[in-house]
């Protein structure tokens, strides 16, 4: 049996001698697991089929809960992430948060439209990198059900003034009047940078500017919040913080 799947890759992993173990997310069937054969070997046929980022029309075998990719047509490769560390790394960051809330089987139309929106602005526009992702990471965890408050206080619902506190438990930002034991205090820029991207489209993201500091703790909040409240780490957002 054959099946035809629209899908980026967004993981591959060596599989026997020449073969590779990659996992798809498709818009037809969510997350899926398919064994790319011989594209190790160095004129492989398929080895761009098994490549992170690469959007493909896949045509999979499937016998029982097994896929094997039988050939695939390229559609868009996104080559230009691997030529920018900044853009390669904040991509990764998305494909592992895909990775790490989607299980096998499971279809997610919403996330898989965000996940390849965020990818043509990262590989196409000359918006900032940690913006972007900052943009994908608010909207991902909205659709994965941990929603961030960012306009106003998550407690109280009054515009936050002056100082800023974040509660990761509840998750989001808190004003001082509210502010408790489980807040921790933030640059006030830091909420600002959160609440300007989440009001905008990516395509409104290209002149929105902030010093990289507060771009850096704004990705380093929403990695911590990840790991609170999913109880999982992203690791890609750890490597790309380290640039």
Known sequence: MEEKLKAVVLRAIDYKENDKLITLFSLEEGVVTAVARGVKK????????AAPFCFCEYVLAKKGDKRTVVSAEIIESFYSLREDIFKLYAGS???EFVYLFVKEGMENGRLFVL???FLKNLCFSESDAYVLLVKFLLEALALAGYEITVDKCAKCRKTIKNRAFF?????GGICEDCRD???VEINPSTLKLLNDVNNRPFEELVGLIYPQIIRKKAVRLLGYYIEVQAGVTVRSIARFLLL
């Open 181 to 183: 034991g489980m807040s």
């Open 42 to 49: 160095a004129n492989a046929k398929l080895k761009f089929a």
């Open 93 to 95: 960051a998305a494909l």
């Open 115 to 117: 996940l390849m929106d």
């Open 167 to 171: 509660d990761f438990g509840i998750g």
